[in-house]
């Protein structure tokens, strides 16, 4: 689905490079006791996992002792641009005047870092060609923003620049879903729903609650799924071959298989790997012959 007409602005990653930040989702943002953190930490209050190179010190068996929820945050380019961009270069535990400011700027810069992920996702899109035009303009801003100082993105209100990217996202979803649009289940509450094998192809799952829902064999090719929620969501055997602003933190935080077919440019969590498929009607037996049947239906 990619398009030949591809935005050439250039501008910042959107992909997240933690050799270049100074740990900024580790100590900047704040995570309460619970299912997914196993400490209570508040905001600008290091994590005590974090070690003396901004890296974290459990990373490789973070699930197992109780931070599920570091292992599904993404900040989309945000931490390096903030550390080497915005502030050059210079970090908080050498200069501690800097703290306050850096890690006040960096959740504003990680929304704008996402939504300049999702603009980009949709310029990709080859039959989104009637909004290309305004979503190069808006890339065009979102990039300039990225590079703006730290005075600038402090100010900065986010929300009216969500809302305008959210309609341009939306239209290019209805473009490209024309003709082959599913099932309309935008912020539908899903919680734990039984939709094994659901045809969901070409549906609207924006902002759906899908928390530990059963998706296991459905069929969720061309579904647009942004801001979608899969915690704990079953995508056993599930095909998700061309979902739209899909992320990689939404798989992370779902459960699958080796049977489950993700869109190019996107992992299997580790995590899937320690899961044996099941078996049954719409359950494949591995991933590679699941591809095969998905390319010829």
């Known amino acids: ?31 309460a006791r619970s299912a997914d953190f196993a400490v209570d930490k508040p905001a600008g209050k290091p ?19 109780g931070f599920t929820g570091c292992t599904v945050f993404d900040c989309f380019g945000a931490g390096q641009q903030v550390s080497q961009v915005t ?10 005047a800097l703290a306050g400011p850096m890690f006040a ?15 980009r996702d949709a310029l990709a899109l080859e039959g989104a060609h009637p909004v290309h035009g305004e979503l190069r303009a808006v890339e065009e801003r979102v990039v300039a923003l990225t590079a703006a100082g730290a005075d600038v993105l402090l100010g900065f209100d986010v929300s009216p620049l969500r809302a305008e990217v959210g309609v341009l996202l939306s239209r290019a ?4 879903r024309a003709g ?22 070409g549906a609207s799952l924006r902002g759906a609650l899908l928390v530990a829902a059963d998706l296991s064999g459905a069929d969720l090719r061309g579904a647009d799924v942004l801001g979608a929620d899969f915690r704990d969501a079953d995508l056993g055997g599930a095909d998700l071959t061309g979902c739209l602003f899909l992320t990689q933190p939404q798989l992370d935080a779902a459960r699958g298989d080796t049977a489950t077919v993700v869109p190019e440019g996107f992992g299997a969590p580790a995590h899937w790997r320690a899961e044996a498929p099941a078996t049954g009607p719409g359950r494949g037996t591995g991933g590679q012959s699941r591809r095969r049947r998905a390319r010829g239906r």
């Open 1 to 31: 689905m990619a398009s030949l007409e591809q935005s050439q602005v250039t501008g910042p990653e959107v992909r997240a490079d933690c050799s270049r930040c100074f740990g900024l989702c580790c100590v900047a943002l704040p995570f």
């Open 180 to 201: 082959r649009r599913g099932r309309d289940l935008r912020g539908a509450d899903l919680l734990g729903a039984r939709l094994r094998g659901a045809d969901l192809r």
């Open 47 to 65: 994590c005590g996992n974090l070690d003396a190179g901004f890296r974290c010190g459990i990373h490789g068996s973070l699930r197992q002792r």
């Open 173 to 176: 979803s209805d473009a490209v």
């Open 87 to 96: 502030f050059g270069g210079r970090d908080w535990r050498r200069e501690p």
């Open 105 to 119: 700027v960096f959740p504003v810069l990680r929304q704008v870092h996402e939504l300049l992920r999702h603009v």
